[in-house]
């Protein structure tokens, strides 16, 4: 089973930045990549970036240039830097574990707000 919590959030302003950080612990050994989704009041949660164990990483288009993916593997920590902040951005914010078994994204945290306001 792995693990996650993550920390970061709360309230910005647009334009303005945010940073979420997202530990991971339990079997670590089966995680093939680290994500980021959210979910935003009466809509359906979508991915926003991802990173894989070889650093490859992938952005929505409505985060890409606003938004950075990264990860620091000894800790495994991975963390979203929110630049330019847009009141669309306000979601709840999920950090998720893939499984080299699976292949999905099996395992998740427990979700950290995320509200911009203008």
């Known amino acids: 089973q792995v693990h996650l919590v993550e920390s970061g959030g709360g309230l910005g302003q647009a334009g303005g930045s945010l940073g979420l950080s997202c530990a991971a612990s339990?079997?670590?050994?089966?995680?093939?990549?680290l994500g980021w989704y959210r979910q935003a009041p009466g809509k359906e949660r979508e991915v926003v970036a991802l990173?894989?164990?070889?650093?490859?990483?992938n952005y929505a288009d409505s985060v890409k240039g606003r938004f950075t993916i990264s990860r620091d593997g000894a800790k495994n920590t991975v963390f979203l830097h929110m630049n330019s902040l847009r009141r669309e951005d306000t979601a709840v914010y999920y950090c998720?574990?893939?499984?080299?078994?699976?292949?999905?994204?099996?395992?998740w945290g427990q979700g950290t707000q995320v509200t911009v306001s203008s």
């Open positions: 998720a574990a893939a499984d080299y078994r699976t292949g999905t994204f099996d395992y």
């Open positions: 339990g079997t670590i050994f089966r995680v093939k990549a």
């Open positions: 990173i894989t164990n070889d650093g490859s990483t």
